[in-house]
C-alpha cells in the first residue's frame, strides 16, 4: 500500500456523500434527472412502470455524478454534458437489469428486481430498451464522439459478461483474469463516461485521456470494494444476502488471494467446502474467516487503495479547484462506502 493510501485509510476525515460530492453541479444534476425522466416518456405503459421502480431502486446515480463533474472540471456543464449522463447512466441501468435476470436474483438494495417484479422476458426487454434508447439520444443530438466511446465500452462490457459466465465456479482463476473481467464490466463505461465528460467540457486531448484513465482507475477500485461487500457487507444494508456472489459461481478478489496464500492444507479445504456447495449451509462464517484470515480482505482493500491513489494523480490535469475536490471526494467514496 502506498504512504498515501496509508495516510488516508487512517485519517479520521468525515466521509464524503454522493451530495456533498455533487454540489459543485447541483443546478446540472437536477437538470439530468429530468432528462432521465424524459427517456422513460413512452406510450408503452410498462416502460413508465418500470421506470418508476427503476428509479426507487437504482437510485445512486454515481457514473453520471462522475460526467457531470468531468464537464464541470473543464468548463461548464453543458447539453452535450447531461445527455451524455443520461446515456450512461442507461446504459449502466440495462446491464444491471440484465445481470440480475441472468443470475435469477430476487432482490437489488432491497428492492425487487425487474425479473422478480414482472418476468425474465420483460427484464430482457427492457434492457434492450434502455441499450437502443441511450444510442438513439446520441445520434438525435449527433454526439459522435460520444458514440465512439460508449459503442466500444458497451462492447466491452457485453464481453466481460460473457467472460465471467465463462470463468463462473473457476476456483483457479487469478488475479489477472479477475482484474479483465471487472475492468470490462465496470471500469471501461466509468472510464468512457469521464473521458465523455471531458470532451464535453472542452478539455483538450490530453485531459480527455487523463479522466478517461481517471475513471478507468476509479471503477476498479469501486469493483474491488464492492466485491468486499460480499463478504463482509451486512445484509440490512447491502439488500442482498452475504455469499451471493459466490452462490452465482463469482470468484472475486478476496478468495482469489486467500487461497493463493493459504497453506495447502486449508486451501483444500476450502476448494472441497466451495465445490460442495456447504457454504449454504452453516459455513459461510468459515468462507468470512478463511479470506480475513489469509489475508484477502486487507489485500483487496490495498489494491482499493492503491488503484484510488492512481485515480487521484490524474486530477492534476483538473483546472476548476471545485470540480477537482469534488472528484477527489468521489475516488475517497468510491473505496470507502458501505453500500
Known amino acids: 500500500m502506498t504512504r498515501a493510501a496509508l495516510n488516508r485509510s487512517r485519517a479520521p476525515v468525515e466521509e464524503p456523500t454522493l451530495e456533498t460530492i455533487r454540489v459543485p453541479i447541483a443546478d446540472a444534476f437536477e437538470q ?3 432528462r432521465w425522466d424524459d427517456a422513460f416518456l413512452c406510450d408503452v405503459h410498462l416502460v413508465g412502470a418500470v421506470g418508476a421502480h427503476l428509479h426507487r431502486a437504482f437510485g445512486k446515480r454515481f457514473r453520471p455524478t462522475l460526467v457531470l463533474l468531468a464537464a464541470k472540471a473543464f468548463g461548464a456543464v453543458d447539453e452535450e454534458a447531461l445527455l451524455g449522463a443520461v446515456v450512461v447512466e442507461l446504459i449502466h441501468t440495462a446491464t444491471l437489469i440484465h ?14 428486481t425487474v425479473n ?11 434492457g434492450d430498451y434502455l441499450y437502443s434508447k441511450a444510442f438513439s439520444i446520441l445520434v438525435r443530438a449527433r454526439m459522435y464522439g460520444a458514440m465512439d466511446l460508449l459503442a466500444e465500452a ?17 476456483i483457479d482463476l487469478t488475479e489477472a483474469q479477475y482484474m479483465r473481467v471487472i475492468e470490462e464490466k465496470t471500469a471501461c463505461l466509468i472510464a ?6 471531458a470532451m464535453a467540457g472542452g478539455g483538450a486531448s490530453e485531459s480527455q485521456l487523463a479522466l478517461g484513465r481517471f475513471g478507468g482507475a476509479v471503477g476498479l477500485a469501486f469493483q474491488i470494494t ?14 442482498k444476502a452475504m455469499g451471493s456472489d459466490l452462490e452465482g459461481g463469482k470468484i472475486t478478489l478476496p478468495l482469489i488471494n486467500s487461497l493463493r496464500n493459504a497453506p495447502e492444507r486449508d486451501r483444500r479445504a476450502m476448494v ?3 465445490k460442495n456447495r456447504e457454504f449454504r449451509n452453516g459455513h459461510w462464517s468459515d468462507v468470512v474467516r478463511f479470506v480475513t484470515e489469509y489475508g484477502g480482505v486487507a489485500y483487496s482493500q490495498a489494491r482499493s487503495l492503491e488503484l484510488a491513489d492512481q485515480a487521484e494523480s490524474e486530477l492534476k490535469h483538473v483546472p476548476d479547484r471545485d470540480a477537482r475536490e469534488a472528484l477527489r471526494d468521489a475516488v475517497h467514496y468510491a473505496v470507502t462506502r458501505h453500500r
Open 116 to 126: 422478480s417484479a414482472w418476468s425474465n422476458d420483460v427484464a430482457i426487454l427492457m
Open 272 to 274: 472441497d467446502l466451495i
Open 99 to 112: 445481470d440480475d435476470s441472468v443470475d435469477k436474483s430476487l432482490v437489488r438494495r432491497g428492492l425487487p
Open 32 to 34: 439530468f434527472q429530468a
Open 192 to 197: 468512457a463516461g469521464c473521458e465523455l465528460g
Open 154 to 170: 458497451t462492447h466491452r462490457m457485453s464481453q466481460g459478461e460473457l467472460r465471467q459466465i465463462e470463468q463462473r465456479n473457476r
Open 226 to 239: 464492492d466485491d468486499l461487500f460480499d463478504y463482509l457487507g451486512a445484509e440490512s444494508v447491502m439488500g
